[in-house]
Nanobody, 125 residues
């Protein structure tokens, strides 16, 4: 599986961005998909995850109510809609796939076995 994230950019606090992650491979619909982020000097942090059918999602507390993860299995794409962005949301955002499960929404990076290259999100105050 190859993952390609896009949609990052430089925005002001309070603005919105939508990240996309396009996946190759015929089994995308059976994978749990997640978004992680990494700020300079910090460890990679879980942001959100979605199960295969979009019936279950999980978010880190700091983004609840502001971010929404979704997926379109017909397009093999997962999205992260980010509203009310804050400077602390700044970082490189990575999409990831967990091919070992279609339902378990792990927050641990090592649970995900495929990663995209990341897209930079910078939020100015």
């Amino acid at each position: 599986v190859q993952l390609q994230a896009s949609g990052g950019g430089l925005v002001q606090a309070g603005d919105s961005l939508r990240l996309s992650c396009a996946a190759s491979g015929r089994t995308f619909s059976s994978y749990v998909m997640g978004w992680f982020r990494q700020a300079p000097g910090r460890e990679r942090e879980f942001v959100a995850a979605v199960n295969w059918s979009s019936s279950n999602t999980r978010y880190v507390d700091s983004v609840k109510g502001r971010f929404t993860i979704s997926r379109d299995n017909a397009k093999s794409t997962v999205y992260l809609q980010m509203n009310s962005l804050k400077p602390e949301d700044t970082g490189v955002y990575y999409c990831a796939a967990n091919s070992r499960t279609s339902v378990a929404l792990s927050t641990t990076p090592r649970a995900y076995d495929y990663w995209g290259r990341g897209t930079q999100v910078t939020v100015s105050s």
